[in-house]
Nanobody, 126 residues
Framework: QVQLVESGGGLVQAGGSLRLSCAAS????????MGWFRQAPGKEREFVAA????????YYVEAVKGRFTISRDNAKNTVYLQMNSLKPEDTAVYYC???????????????????WGQGTQVTVSS
């Protein structure tokens, strides 16, 4: 089992940047593929980015490509989401998640993740 704690959210103006962190404790961090998801009020939770166990493969939703970067540091048991050129439509609660199934390189499907953090609010003002 793994526990996940996100941090780094906040209020930022459009065009600004934030770096989210997700610290993991418990079972070996490198055992898990990691993902970031977000949920805006009244909307479904959506995939943002995912990274494979080694960090060698990354995937993004089209809306954030070129602006967001997911990375991980297995020595520090942490996954990051660097968010640049933020837009008001990026406003949401951001969640990190861990996937233990070795079949999945880095899934885009929320139901394939076993563990979730509590979320961190990101608000982008126009």
């Amino acid at each position: 089992q793994v526990q996940l704690v996100e941090s780094g959210g906040g209020l930022v103006q459009a065009g600004g940047s934030l770096r989210l962190s997700c610290a993991a404790s418990g079972r070996s961090f490198s055992f898990y593929a990691m993902g970031w998801f977000r949920q805006a009020p009244g909307k479904e939770r959506e995939f943002v980015a995912a990274v494979s166990r080694s960090g060698g493969n990354t995937y993004y939703v089209e809306a954030v490509k070129g602006r967001f970067t997911i990375s991980r540091d297995n020595a520090k048991n942490t996954v990051y989401l660097q968010m640049n050129s933020l837009k008001p439509e990026d406003t949401a609660v951001y969640y990190c998640a861990a996937d233990s199934d070795p079949i999945h390189t880095a899934s885009r499907v929320p139901d394939e993740y076993d563990y979730w953090g509590q979320g961190t609010q990101v608000t982008v003002s126009s």
